[in-house]
């Protein structure tokens, strides 16, 4: 890359500001924000210089390493390839397909080269033993979509720049840059939105950095906001309140919400949730009185005992009360390629419950189990026990429950592999590790993040620098891996076509396919030709998709499509190259009923599956509550999951892997500010440094996810001088809201007592 600037979309975490990195002699000088970047205007976090970091770090992996009695060596990758697919085949031949886990992490989602790659990867692995971090997430918010919308990646998202009432339940976008929410300068948006008049509402078990900003806060005790949201919904009723606006005529059971409501009335639930019943009336007045309104939620109310309650509920309050595709309400993206749309073209437009997991029998998720249950699947002898694994960019080790046990898991596995670029926690199990290109090696496109976006546009980034000498994208690492994995799968040989197919692919690459899927998606140029020219490839690598992948429904766009007749035109790959800081594609616009993808063309507000699951929300109106102190999270704006500890500028400074805790509580407990705390559970225990704050609710402690890099044999320096401890080694991962299958990360009972080592002892 020559000397100048170079505009790009920043892939760390789900806001995409755009970026200007100012180039010098082949090394990056600075990084700023792009103020013409139509959606972040020039914002940026702290974050974004860890671009750099990342790129210069020398823990980063460059070449395949493989583990062997001496220590990790470096490999080439053609040996590498065939050894991994050996060794995978082996396990597959002699025990059968499903005895091969996969896990998928979270920054696939940030790599459209990695998506475009993945599914036919995972058909050619051929298991049912898919994980991912979905079920550590975001799963809630996709059942819901899946039941009421009839698509699970359908997202209503808070036109948070028009909304007069943003009202935020187990969310901390100031930290987090907000999620399921592609919102750049959150702290911009929210001033913005007082500027006009408008109220910030935030409900957590914390006072947390948006709730600062806030108008008005309340605590919340961790895990009962299904009761709190479900007295809402009782209240709307009772004061005759509901008025579902616009989207009236297509939706249907409004009445089962209100018979389900009827015992959950403020009153009712007022002890368990630690809100007032007036307090809790004045929430469901606001929320119905305020035309411009947006009710959100995330991890907190996801990622809990009853997420998939709660979460449905934050749907069902938006629509009882009229928001849902209205201007400055929650309204759905139309992104310039709609994978939402090709999903529902391939015929994939989400499944749940229709295989269930060996060992405990929990519910598969879009074709994926709870990642909860890996460690069960790994250590539990039996006909489709997991014996080798597969990590692709995740640390399960330190996200998903129970890391000790994890561990332990991962120890005795026959074989494993990682694509990452750090030996780190999880990797550091592998046998080999495959580190892909750094991210600015490769171009980017949002395919994900784009959909969630509170404004319409579309971007595309070259990559930066060119890849190094003998390296490998994501996607080639992938693709390479499922060729040869088919290959063997078939007895070696592949047929003409077939072959053709793969080299296609591997030759073709993702982005000659964005330009296929921008052109033909709503705001598409005519196909011209570009498709012509690519046609007989195209078919090719049509032939060694699965089924399902979202490409196959390419065919079947077109931007002529009568639902997109009045959006603007002319987008193209080099559309987005001549336009490197973003093509703004204007405000959310409504688009009901023609974007609903149920059978009935209906949003099913009441599915019963939510329904059923509603006795144990009952039951927990009967159980007292208890004094026993809950464990919840925390983001911090300079931290992103486990695996940016690395970066210096980011972990300077004061501790941030530690516990608050209430005074009240911190007295109970005799413990002091920067006291060692010892935190345990079944599933483990682990020590912490005490910060005491009243921004927690009384008998609620916070200690934040991803740290923990005390690990032997990691190779992650700088991390491992601010190593912390992880939550997740005493999370227990048998506890799980049996609706969704999703990990209660928040809510679980936690024991506390001050950490005596042997000198305090004496000293004491
Ligand atoms: N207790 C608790 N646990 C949580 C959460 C919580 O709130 N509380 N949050 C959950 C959530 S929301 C999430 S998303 C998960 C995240 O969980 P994971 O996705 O399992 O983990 P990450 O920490 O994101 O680790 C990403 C891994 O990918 C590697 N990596 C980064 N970029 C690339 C790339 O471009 N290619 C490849 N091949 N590898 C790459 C990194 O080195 C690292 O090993 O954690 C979950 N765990
Ligand atoms: N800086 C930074 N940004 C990130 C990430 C990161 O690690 N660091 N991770 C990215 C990822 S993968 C994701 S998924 C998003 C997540 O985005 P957010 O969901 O906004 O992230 P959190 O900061 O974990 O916010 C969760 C909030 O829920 C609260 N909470 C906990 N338990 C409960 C409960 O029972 N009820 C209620 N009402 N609230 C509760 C917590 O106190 C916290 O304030 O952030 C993304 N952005
Ligand atoms: S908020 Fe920070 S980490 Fe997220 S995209 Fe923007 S600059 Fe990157
Ligand atoms: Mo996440």
New binding site residues.
Partial sequence: MENGTHYRTCHLCEAMCGVAIEMKDGRIEAIKGDENDPLSHGHICPKAVALQDLHDDPDRLKKPIRRTATGWHEMEWEHAFDLVAERLHQVRKEHGNNAIGVYQ???NVH?HG?MVASLPFLRAIGSQNRFS?TS??QLPHMLASLEMFGHQVLFPIPDIDRTDLFMCIGANPMASNGSLMTVPDIRGRLKALKNRGGKLVVIDPRRTETAKLADEFHFVRPGTDALLLMAMVNTLFAEDRVDLGHAEPWTRDVDLVRLAALPFTPDAVSAHTGLSPDAIRGLARQLATTQKAALYGR?GTS?QAHGGVATWLIYVLNILTGKLDTTGGVMFTQPAIDMVELGAMSGQKGHFGRRTSRVKGLPEFGGEYPSSTIADEILTPGEGQIRAFVT?????L???PNGGRLEEAFSGLEFMVS????L?E??RHADIILP?TA?LERSHYDLIFSMFAVRNIAKYSEALFDPGPDTRH?WQILLELAHRLEKKRKGGRLTIRAEAGWRAFKQIGPDPLLDIMLRTGPYGADLGPAKTLMQPAIDLIMGVLPPGHPLRGLARLSPLDRRWRDLPKGLSLSALRANPSGIDLGPLRPCLPDRLYTRDGKINLAPRRYLRDLDRLLARLDTPVSDELLLI?R?HVRSN???MHNSQRLVKGKDRCTMMIHPNDASRFGLMEGDAAELTTDAGQIVVPVEITDDLMPGVISVP??WGHSRNGTRQAVAEAHAGAS??DI?RDDQIDPLSGTSV?NGQHVRVKAWKTEGSRKRA
Avoid at 419 to 422: L, Q
């Fill in positions: 992490g979270n920054p790599n990695a971090a550590n997430d991890i990622t692709v960019a995740g640390n399960p330190l996200s998903s694509v990452d670029y750090y780190n999880t990797t892909p991210a994501d999270g983001r999951n486990s695996w996810h991803g939550i997740n999370i990360l």
